[in-house]
Structure formats: C-alpha cells, structure tokens
C-alpha cells in the first residue's frame, strides 16, 4: 500500500511539472527526496541510503562520455562544413511534400547502421532538422519522425546496446532476437512511412525547397572531403566498432577539416568544442550554429539524476511488491499485456531507458516463461517506449540533440505502434493457438516460442 502511494506520488509530481513548466531536474530531483524517505521508513540509514543512490551514478560514466563526445562531433560538423554539405545535398533531393517520410526514412537507416538512437539524432537527425527549419517546414511534424526513425534501429540492430542487453538479461542471442524484432516491426514502420507521407502532403508549404548552396559556399568550403566525417561513420559503423570510438573518430575527421578546410585557428577549437559552433552571418546562424560540450550539460545532469533511482529501487524492494500482480495479469490476459503495463510504469518512474529495460526483466521473468519471448516482449515495449516519456532520458536527450520542439512527441508514431501491434498479436494468438504453426506467423517473426498454449499446459 505504502509503496503504491509513493510511486503515485512520483508519477503525479511529474505531471504536476510539466503542467507548471518546472525544470525537469527539479522534478526528478523530488522524486530522489522521495524515494529517499520510502527507504528511511523502511529502516536504511542515511549513509546507506546514499550508498543505494551513488551505485548508479558509477554505471553511467560511459552514457556521459558518450554525451561529450556527441556535444563536441555536433560542434565540428558545423564548424568542418560537414553539416551544411550535407544539407545543400539533402535538399535537392526532397521536396516540402517528401521532407518527412524522407527524414523517417533516413533516420531508420542510420539508426539501424549504428545501433544508436543518440548517434542518429546527432547526425542524421540534425541535418534533417536544418534543412525542415531552411524549407519553412513543420519541425514537429519532422522531429516526430527523426525520433520514430532513430528508435527503429536503436531497438533492433545487431550492434544496439539495448538490444545486447535484453539478449543478456534473457539468455538468449542477440542475432536471433534480432530476425524476429524486424519481422514483428515491419507493419508498424510501413504504417509509420504511409503516415508521415500522408501527413508530408497535408502540411506542406508553398513551394519547393530552397536552394542552399549559394548562402552556404560564402562561408563554408562545401568540396568532397567535407563529407569524410560522415563516411568515417558509416565505415565504422559497417565494421562494428564501438559507438564512442566510431564518433571519436569522425571527430578527429571533422577537426583536421575545420583547420584545412575551412580556416579554423587552432586558439579557436576549444572554444568550439565547449561552446559550440556560432556563425558570424546572421543569416546561417539560425541554421548552422548549435552543438558543443555545454550544450549537453542539462542532459547530463538529468541523466544523473534519473540514475540514483535505481539502486534505491533494487535495495528497499519498492518495485518487487508488482512481481505477484504481474504474474496474475500475464495468466488472466496475454503476457505481453502484463509486460506492457509493467514497462510504461517503469519507463515513467525510472526515466531511463536501460533501467526500464533492467526493472521490467526482473518484474516480467517468470511472465512468459521463455526468454525468446521474453526478449521479444522487451523488445517491444521497454526499449521503444522511453521514446514518447517527456521526461525519459531518451526523449530529452534527442530533444536536445536536434532541437525539435515538444510538440514532436504527437507525431512520434512508431514507438507507439509496435506496442499496439505487438499486443494485437498477442490477443489474436491467445484466441487462436494454432496462429503459431501458420505462415503468416512465421512471416511476423513468431514461432513455437510465442505458443500460448504452454501455459495451458
């Protein structure tokens, strides 16, 4: 009863945030006070208390490194004439009408390339979202689909961490999980594509997309080379290299370019880096300047904030009390049902999308009773949904990476269709058993494993 309270409480005082336009630290930083009451009343001390919160802030050193190293890259593309290449490029190719399938699109590659909803956001996505923000477009109908096509891969490509976790989590193998994730994804990201189409040509604006090239070329040297960073990342990418080392890299590209290329004083690199890219033509600074290490600096602190829940949550049992109303749900309904609601409750109190996945395995272990199906139902709710919680670090973190306004989330359609889809599924197969011995299951990535007749049994 105590522990239901407490995790309304939470829930509320973060609605009750955004609804007053509170900073969301302040919000996560009360549910942090909070938590730490629930664990004094259960008999932890002080000390220990704060022990059970600094356990988390030690896990996420690499999720900050990868911050900086993301904030700086943004920084030199700009600065190297990577972004605005690409942009003058991307232009002749799209039209108003075919701007937003295109970026969805787009995203979906790179995000299924490198595994990394943050690497497509700061890269892909931010050139998307300057070329929306040259052509007059509507940028939360763009970053609606920049966020649904960097989760794409983020969730189902072999070199997602996400998706390595839940393959360690469930004792299963990645490749595997992998073949099914994007056969049960295929519908949704057809659907998604047909939408944001239809959506391109309602809002469309007058006119075809401006041409660039001239603005650009008065200050930028736009030759191939300035194209290497981004190839330094989809060779990279190709070769399976880790996400920091693959960005580590490119950012050396895009520096050497800044300094050969373009002119850039090397006094003047630090300051670029920290503070971020700012062109002195008024006229390309509103698409052109951004980036930089400071700039990832909200993220971050959100970041660490989020993350001192989860030692707390482990230690004093507040989450495990759900175990036995999981288990009920997952025998009276379908499993994926329970797991669903499992993951929304812990994607919403955890605020991240690796504690989500963490909290939802440990609640959702004896659900359905095979880890294949397990790490599918995983894979179709706790790792996608933080892409729609204002207040995840997920969401935030693409936010602010391509700076698309929170309107986005409205025209964010993809994370929220493979749920439904999944859970359509899950109802029919309930209904009909033998759905699973069938082609067309097997088309959609389901076999024996997904047999709900087991638990009959």
């Known amino acids: 009863m105590v522990e239901s309270a407490v995790l309304i ?40 208390l704060a022990r059970m919160a600094l356990r988390g802030p030690r896990t996420i050193g690499s999720v900050i490194v990868l911050f900086v190293v993301i904030g700086a890259l943004t920084a030199s593309w700009r600065a190297a004439g990577t972004i605005p290449a690409i942009t003058c490029w991307s232009s002749s190719l799209v039209s108003a009408a075919t701007l937003v399938p295109v970026s ?7 995000s299924l390339l490198t595994g990394s909803s943050f690497a497509t956001a700061a890269t892909v996505g931010v050139i998307c979202m300057t ?32 998706a390595v976790l839940v393959a360690t989590l469930t004792g299963t193998q990645v490749f595997d999980n992998v073949r099914r994730m994007v056969r049960t994804a295929m519908p949704p990201t057809l659907a998604s594509l047909a939408a944001y189409a239809l959506l ?30 981004m190839a330094v990342i989809l060779v990279l990418s190709l070769m399976k290299r880790p996400v920091v080392q693959t960005m580590l890299a490119s950012l050396a590209c895009s520096l050497v370019l800044c300094v050969v290329a373009q002119g850039t004083a090397l006094t003047e690199i630090p300051g670029l880096l920290l503070f971020g890219y700012r062109s002195g033509d008024p006229a390309l600074a509103r698409m052109v300047n951004g980036g930089g290490i400071l700039s990832m600096g909200e993220i971050a602190l ?69 880890g294949s199906a397990l790490a599918l139902d995983l894979e ?9 919680v204002p207040w995840s670090t997920s969401c935030i973190g693409l936010m602010a990476f391509v700076g698309m306004p929170m309107e986005s989330l409205a025209y964010t359609f993809l994370p929220c269709l493979i749920p439904l889809w999944t859970l359509a599924l899950s109802v029919w197969e309930r209904r009909h058993p033998e759905f699973v011995d069938g082609r067309p299951a097997r088309m959609l990535g389901l076999d024996e494993r997904d047999d709900a007749r087991r638990f009959a049994a």
């Open 131 to 162: 070329v929306a923000e040259a052509m007059g477009a509507n940028t939360a109908l763009v970053g609606g689909a920049i966020m649904s096509g960097s989760f794409f891969g983020d969730r189902c490509s072999p070199l997602s961490s996400a």
């Open 200 to 229: 391109g040509l309602l809002f469309q604006r007058a006119g075809e997309a401006p041409s660039f090239f001239g603005a650009f070329s008065a200050s930028f040297d736009l030759s191939w080379y300035v194209y290497l960073p």
């Open 380 to 388: 179709n709710s706790a790792a996608i949904i933080p892409a729609v």
């Open 9 to 48: 409480a939470f829930a509320l005082s973060l609605v009750a945030g955004m609804l007053l336009g509170l900073p969301l630290e302040l919000s996560l930083f009360a549910g942090l006070v909070l938590f730490v009451l629930y664990g004094a009343w259960r008999g932890n001390g002080l000390g220990e």
């Open 302 to 370: 959100i970041i660490t904030i989020a993350s001192t829940y989860s030692g707390i949550f482990e230690e004093t049992g507040l989450l495990t009390g759900l175990r036995d109303y999981v288990n009920r749900l997952a025998s009276g309904c379908t499993p994926f049902l329970s797991v669903l609601l499992t993951s929304i409750a812990t994607c919403a109190i955890s605020c991240d999308q690796v504690v989500a996945i963490m909290l939802t395995a440990q609640l959702c272990s004896e659900t359905e009773g095979d």
């Open 104 to 110: 969805f699109a787009l995203c979906c590659a790179m």
